[in-house]
């Protein structure tokens, strides 16, 4: 690479860059785990055998639930993350010195 002439700013480099849309995981894995509640509400409620408690039978299904709930959310942002992916565009971007504006001028 030769030397920019004295006085001369040097070239800024360009950098390749991916840009696309990414989910937040955690709002998915909460709203699977929500799901899986509401599910074994439903389980509990419904009309069956007296042999269990309906609070037993929540309390099992609950947990069963909440954890295929929770994979399922996963599953369902890791789908969305993928198929952004695939949407991803590509920019170049070069990197500036231009000073912060929230910075004070003597920093």
Not at 18 to 30: E, G, M, N
Not at 59 to 76: E, H, K, Q, W
Not at 79 to 100: C, F, H, N, Q, S
């Amino acid at each position: 690479m030769t030397e920019p002439a004295s006085g001369a700013a040097p070239q800024p480099e360009e950098t390749r860059v991916s840009i696309r849309r990414a989910p937040k995981f955690v709002p998915f894995l909460i709203a699977g785990a929500i799901l899986g509640i509401i599910a074994a509400v439903v389980v509990a409620v419904v009309p069956q055998d007296s042999q269990y408690d309906k609070s037993t039978v929540f309390g099992f299904f609950v947990v069963l639930l909440i954890i295929a709930g929770t994979g399922l959310g996963g599953l369902v942002a890791l789908v969305i993350d993928w198929l952004g992916r695939r949407k991803a565009t590509v920019a170049y971007v070069e990197e500036t010195t231009e000073p912060d504006p929230g910075e004070p001028a003597g920093a």
